[in-house]
């Protein structure tokens, strides 16, 4: 079994979840040599807070913080929105990051939103759509909730009932501005980062296209395809243990390599 000793998993949610999506597979991911960091991001769940406050900076700040108590090497994991989220620390803190892997993730150029990329495909894949018409609003269009049966149908279509069943109410609120996130990179920096992208071709929330138009943005990745829904963490958690072990264990002791990537766009 490839072993991941002394580096620190950090794993970073989605949109409407929290640090208990990574549960089931953290014990694999310890049990291949990795320390794991699983937190809770602010603006959404428990940590929903003013929801007039919540941005990627807060997300950052909060995560550089519980950062600053740990040592040595990072593998930055983003889930789904995360992967904004991820893109961005990995610019924040470079020289700590051996590299970042994306789960279905939004792997985003610089100065581009996800949802700029779906405005672009929706007219030819209207499935690029996702979770948006299923959305509940409140908070005067600040915050938003998933219903229990667009979880079920968009996110974890492919798990037993049972294991639906204790997920879909951990769910929570999400504030708009921990959400809809534009990460703003440079080529010195994140741009200069090993990174893998792991596809779940059964997904309904971020499909396959679209995942796929990211990898065409943000060229330069390394992509392995698993066949699971939006949270393959939950559906496949040794596969993805395995796939995010061997990359991590490539990374160790190389120095980051340039990458094919192209210019920021609006670059700060």
Not at 123 to 139: F, N, S, T, V
Not at 143 to 156: G, Q, Y
Not at 172 to 196: D, I
Request: with cysteine.
């Amino acid at each position: 079994m490839p072993d991941a000793h002394g580096i620190t998993a950090v794993l970073i949610h989605g949109a409407w979840a929290g640090g208990w999506v990574w549960d089931t597979i953290a014990p694999h991911l310890e049990a291949r040599g990795f320390r794991v960091l699983a937190p809770d991001l602010p603006g959404c769940g428990a940590r929903l807070g003013d929801p007039a406050k919540a941005s990627l900076t807060g997300c950052v700040d909060d995560l550089e913080q519980q950062l600053s108590a740990v040592s040595g090497p990072l593998l930055l994991v983003g889930h789904s929105g995360g992967g904004a989220v991820a893109t961005q620390l990995a610019e924040a803190v470079s020289e700590r990051v051996i590299g970042v892997a994306y789960l279905a993730g939004m792997m985003l150029p610089s100065g581009m939103g996800f949802g700029e990329i779906v405005a672009e495909m929706v007219d030819q894949h209207p499935e690029a759509a996702g979770i948006g018409p299923h959305l509940e609003w409140e908070a005067d269009g600040l915050v938003s909730r998933v219903p229990a049966t667009a979880i079920r149908e968009i996110f974890l279509q492919d798990v037993s009932d049972a294991t639906a069943a204790a997920a879909i109410p951990h769910f929570g609120p999400q504030a708009e501005g921990s959400r809809t996130l534009v990460p703003h990179w440079t080529r010195e920096r994140f741009g200069q980062l090993p990174r893998l992208y792991v596809e779940a071709r059964q997904d309904r929330s971020v499909v396959l296209p679209v995942q796929r138009r990211m990898q065409q943005l943000v060229p330069g990745a390394q992509v392995v395809s698993l066949d699971t829904a939006h949270v393959p963490q939950v559906a496949a958690p040794e596969a993805v243990a395995d796939i995010l072990t061997t990359f991590a264990e490539e990374q160790v002791g190389v120095t980051h390599p340039a990458t094919n990537l192209p210019k920021e766009k609006n670059p700060q």
